[in-house]
T-cell receptor, first 113, second 113 residues
Framework: GENVEQHPSTLSVQEGDSAVIKCTYSDSASNYFPWYKQELGKRPQLIIDIRSNVGEKKDQRIAVTLNKTAKHFSLHITETQPEDSAVYFC????????????FGKGTRLSVIA | ETGVTQTPRHLVMGMTNKKSLKCEQH?????MYWYKQSAKKPLELMFVYNFKEQTENNSVPSRFSPECPNSSHLFLHLHTLQPEDSALYLC????????????FGPGTRLTVT
């Protein structure tokens, strides 16, 4: 089955700097890669996703890149703000069959003002 | 934030008790999930139901028993739990499995004494 590794487990950045979180996956058939954000005391919510037919996707200050050959994908947050502080989870799955998302172990991002 | 609801929000139970967690989704989704969230394993998939049929049981001990009477409701029946089962139990739903966004409930904070 799929295995998703996520690094780093914790990340501290100064406000305004960029943050990068990296994930690797094992199942070469996986083709859907979402990122979820969980603020303290709140539920996880989808912030961005990418499918294997594209290499990069942007939404304002966040972007995700995918390298299918190397089986890794990354979340990039630019101009970080205190409200970006949260736990971020990457995940991977196939888009066919009854294959649920497999989540990484999360990265706790702290943006220091 | 009211698309997926969970009750109770907090539960304290002894190891010999029997209790149930309830999840309800008002989004017209077909897939529902139970996750366990703890410091050791931040998002651990337990069970998946798709169109009321269980499609995934992630090697969960039999002291956890899921029930999905229809696509809108999901229960997790608990009996003879152990202190290490103390965690946040999150329910989620999605239109289908695979590449669909999962919507999480607020969770039930369970403490086993």
């Amino acid at each position: 089955g799929e295995n998703v590794e996520q690094h780093p487990s914790t990340l501290s950045v100064q406000e305004g700097d960029s943050a990068v979180i990296k994930c690797t996956y094992s199942d070469s058939a996986s083709n859907y890669f979402p990122w979820y954000k969980q603020e303290l005391g709140k539920r996880p919510q989808l912030i961005i996703d990418i499918r294997s037919n594209v290499g990069e996707k942007k939404d304002q200050r966040i972007a995700v890149t995918l390298n299918k050959t190397a089986k890794h994908f990354s979340l990039h947050i630019t101009e970080t703000q205190p409200e970006d502080s949260a736990v971020y989870f990457c995940a991977a799955s196939r888009d066919s069959g009854n294959t649920p998302l497999v989540f990484g172990k999360g990265t706790r991002l702290s943006v220091i003002a | 934030e009211t698309g997926v609801t969970q009750t109770p929000r907090h539960l304290v139970m002894g190891m010999t008790n029997k209790k149930s967690l309830k999840c309800e989704q008002h989004l017209g989704h077909n897939a529902m999930y139970w996750y366990k969230q703890s410091a050791k394993k931040p998002l651990e998939l337990m069970f998946v139901y798709n169109f009321k049929e269980q499609t995934e049981n992630n090697s969960v001990p039999s002291r956890f028993s899921p029930e999905c009477p229809n696509s809108s409701h999901l229960f997790l029946h608990l009996h003879t739990l152990q202190p290490e089962d103390s965690a946040l139990y999150l329910c989620a739903s999605s239109l289908g499995t695979g590449y669909y966004e999962q919507y999480f409930g607020p969770g039930t904070r369970l403490t086993v004494t």
